[in-house]
């Protein structure tokens, strides 16, 4: 089979590759562009940890082929915090929480969270836990997660304030 | 200095971020912002790809293997089959228990999905195409699928390769498809117990087969430098420098020329502790092309062929008097271990420490047996969770405990406290053989049942039970008491052992001129924030910042030689020797300080993270110049530098233990069971950081929850595993999960050298019997005895349609 | 789990697609959002060798509400449908039932014509539509036909769309207003199919029911539109001896199987329980 030229936005950086067509996204990202923030865990779609943002919507980077985000806009883990290193309020809650342990699904549940507020910047905890439902974790039971989300809901929410006072 | 003088005690405490606070997290900031280091992550010059070809029945006969085609796929490098192992001796390995696992099968395969072939290619995607184009000729054979039949007179033969063998690792054989009975206690006293017994039940309790499944499925990879001789594995390795070991032993490399590195382990719960063939694999084929071998298996192959856990068939029997107090204890378990024996237990503990089945309970009598036996399953037996089959054995007597309370009439809280062990009778020797360390059950069990109202509870649920009589409501009530002993730490090297190596674990630290400090150790973490607490045992021992204070793990060539991390054995076993370590640093410390000062040691004593003179408090030496001291301004004839190391062989295992309570309400309809309420009470000992705890507590509880409440690794009558996916594998989201409740009391351990117990695996220990009672109980007034687990909604729509509760 | 390689088309126009899907017949297949059919492939039990992604031809997606039809294009995702106002004013029980469907990441890339055409069983909208009553409309190398959801459905996997057609939209009449709706799935997690799903779009008039459709989800091979047990509402109050037998009825046209939701029985009760809780739930909120 042919290769395919691809070319997206990372992280608010351009690349572009030539892959098979069935290449996984999820696997151009970590093989062809190196991250590793973006994680397998289950490959059948269910686990959430290769949940990475594209084009403003949540996406399993597992189940899609990287010749499907062609001239797409995407952000992992990695674009969240500042040029400056200062952390993101998602991360940021998510360590005062300890909304982590292995860390592996992290990257995901970060991800998650940061379409999740984008779209509903004040959820309660039963709107955080459907709203990352998608997403498995098998170390934290979830509950300082919904608790780190609260913190970056409020921390973002603060920010947002200020900025418009 | 300057602003270490001016600061107030307080703020030394808080500075230096000891034992007992709740520090965020050191592993945190990489993992935030991927920068974690999992094995999958981690990529070598010219590394290739490995990829299985996997059986498709649970037990046949290989008539042939045919990979020509495969071979001539470009991008793949070689074909591995039992054919290439056998000259190297490496087609079988050894098992932990004592067995032999197959690599690569060889004239027959024995479980669904075992491992056939190896596949090495330029890549992962090259190499799944060729696996999908290796032939592979089977002749079915009938499979053994259920344990109750693998010793049948005329069962046909798995274990070819072992055929006709009478004796095992672990004694006597007594069929061909027989692994070993194991027993323990007093047979003759049990059973008059249980014939003289006023009151006496018996019941069979089921711990279904579950995968433990971390987020991360296990990998490797193998690099081996021909010229050099050295041999470098990656790997997602609970315990790296028993795999160097092993892998030493396997490939005749010696030991120092294998470098094992356990990166960044996404969760674990058991499933990294044991050998696999990717594993044995990677390193062969690593051997044969001379380049980086890379293997990860795929969730399918993770949750149907490395390490399932519990297949426990138990079959327990109590005697009690008519008032409640528990005479004597019989059980006997079918241990399902699949194809091989591959149980990661100490090597003299076939059925690990089941023995602790007496629970918290003073029974004076008990006997237990343990028959393992293979069938056509996947090899394993891991302790998911929990210590070496201590979830089984809690949840074996916590199941007992409710029965014998429904027959004796006999609220399930008040027999408990009946027949706990007291305080005043610790250490507590077992009728099977612990030494309990220290505990405080009735305090524990009254502190929970005051916090959660239970006699307001069991009001409400009689009202309840009314109410559905009357046909006013379709919910049922269960309140489910789950009252646990833990046996963690292993373990006391006089019964210890992993092949042979005694399992001590150690610390070694070297602190720098300027103060701050390394310390290595043998565990490693797989999330349990070892980077963050092993520096607050140091920091409070040597009076460095934790903040100041590096913790390495996972490198063989690096850390101390140390038995790894599973069984809560981390701070129970190395983090007694961190104490230690900090205290051989600390004795030095004070001889340096007394050289500064001037003074005789005994004129010094410790504050926080300084030295002074007793009655003259403005004379002082902080670590922070002790440590500069150390490498220029010593007494004489000291030797320089301020390092140290420990090896630490714990004298007895510890014994944590708690209260839970769960309230569950039952849609008779659909049979969904909703968590209302859960309650977990812990006594982990000194607690080192309490939101490390909590959280470890959390995770615990969620993983019970998703035990009792629907994981099981099924099998039809042919040995197909059923539902090897997420779809399937009951993994709760955060939607499903309840919501926890923690709280603690402490009893410290007297033998630990700063009393703490361990806990990550209490709360699945605990949580388990909590769940499943709580569900049981709902229908207990029915008289219902016990139902199977996992309590999926149709199994407990079952149970109401049996009792006569649906429409 | 690594799927077979493929020749990759993103058509500009659904001729374009329409001419790709007839150029390389058996071996092409349609990808929309992709949810089904990559794992699938990953899974390698299905290994198409020309794939022909549908998102780059606009006209496929969007929801429209005209002449008392509604019409949602194949390409909208169920993320759409849960914020579509035309769908939350008109026809609500869309929304409801997205929101049942597997989890928040992959409504932003399942679709709906993904959902109702690959012919999964366990595929919520093909019962939803078949309640609504709703007409699948497809594109082929012949033109443009038009088939019913409740005769669309042949086995699993198996529909009455021809190797080289695609579907292009579905359309259905506008519930009247102040109808009553529900969907109730019971599933054993977020993600898993329904162990058994019932659809229920009902109209009351004066106390009476005067039009009744249920459907159901994941109990036979195919959804099952249970025709008898929504005219034994009909004419009714919807009071307990209706419901009894519309429960009774639509049990008795289920043939699930056996799985890890549970054995067969267990299911054809569980579609009774989800039906007369979804009747409920409709009465109660019909105007």
Known sequence: ?165 | MSDAATMTLEEREATLGGVGTARKRKEDVRFIQGAGNYVDDVKLPGMVFGDFVRSPYAHARIKSINAEVALAVPGVKAVLTAADLKPLNLHYMPTLAGDVQAVLAEEKVLFQNQEVAFVIAEDRYIASDAAELVEVDYEELPPIVDAFKAMDEGAICLREDIQGKTEGAHGARKHDNHIFTWEIGDKEGADKALETGEVTVKELVTYQRVHPSPLETCASIASMDKIKGELTLYGTFQAPHVVRTVASLLSAIPEHKIRVIAPDIGGGFGNKVGVYPGYVCSIVASIVLGVPVKWVEDRIENLSATAFARDYHMTGELAATKDGKITGLKCHVLADHGAFDACADPTKWPAGFFNICTGSYDIPVAHVSVDGVYTNKAPGGVAYRCSFRVTEAAYMIERMMDVLAQKLEMDPAELRLKNFVQPAQFPYNSALGWEYDSGDYPTAMNQMMQAVDYAGLRREQAEQRDKVARGESRSLMGIGVSFFTEIVGAGPSRNCDILGVAMFDSCEIRVHPTGSAIARLGTKSQGQAHETTYAQILATEIGIPSEDIGIEEGDTDTAPYGLGTYGSRSTPVAGAAAARVGRKIRAKAQKIAAHLLEVAEGDLEWEIDRFKVKGLPEKEATMKEIAWAAYNNLPEGMEPGLEAVDYYDPPNMTYPFGAYLCVADIDVDTGETSIRRFYALDDCGTRINPMVIEGQVHGGLTEAFGIAMGQEIAYDELGNVQGASLMDYFLPTAVETPVWETDFTVTPSPHHPIGAKGVGESPNVGGVPAFSNAVIDAFSHLGVKHMPMPHTAWRVWQQCKESGLTK | MIPGDFEYYRPNSLDEAVQLLATHGDDARVLAGGHSLIPMMKLRLAAPEHLVDLRNIASLSGVSESGGDITIGAMTTQTELITSTVLSEHCPIIRETALLIADPQVRYCGTLGGNVANGDPGNDMPALMQCLGATYILQGPDGMREVEARGFYEAAYFTEMNDGEILTAVRFPTPAAGHGYAYKKLKRKVGDYATAAAAVLLSMKDGNCVSASIALTNVADTPLYAQAASDALVGTTIDAAAIDEAVALAEGITEPASDGRGPAEYRTKMAGVMARRAILEAKERAQ
Not at chain 1, 117 to 131: A, C, S, V, Y
Not at chain 1, 142 to 153: E, L, P, T
């Open chain 1, 1 to 165: 089979m042919s290769k395919q030229h691809v070319k997206m936005t990372v992280n608010g950086t351009e690349v572009e590759g030539d892959i098979e067509a069935r290449t996984l996204l999820i696997h151009f990202l970590r093989e062809n562009i190196g991250l590793t923030g973006p994680h397998i865990g289950c490959e059948t779609s269910h686990c959430g940890a290769c949940t990475v943002d594209i084009d403003g919507r949540s996406v399993k980077s597992c189940t899609l082929f990287a010749v499907q985000a062609q001239e797409s806009d995407i952000t992992t883990v990695e674009g969240m915090a500042s040029p400056d290193g200062t952390l993101h309020a998602i991360q940021e809650g998510f360590m005062q929480e300890h909304g982590l342990q292995c860390g592996f699904c992290t990257p995901g549940m970060i991800m998650r969270t940061h379409r999740l507020l984008k779209e509903n910047p004040d959820p309660t905890d039963e709107e955080i836990r459907w709203g990352i439902s998608g997403n498995l974790c098998r170390c934290t039971g979830y509950q300082n997660i919904v608790k780190a989300v609260r913190y970056a809901a409020k921390k973002l929410n603060e920010t947002t304030r200020e900025a418009a006072e």
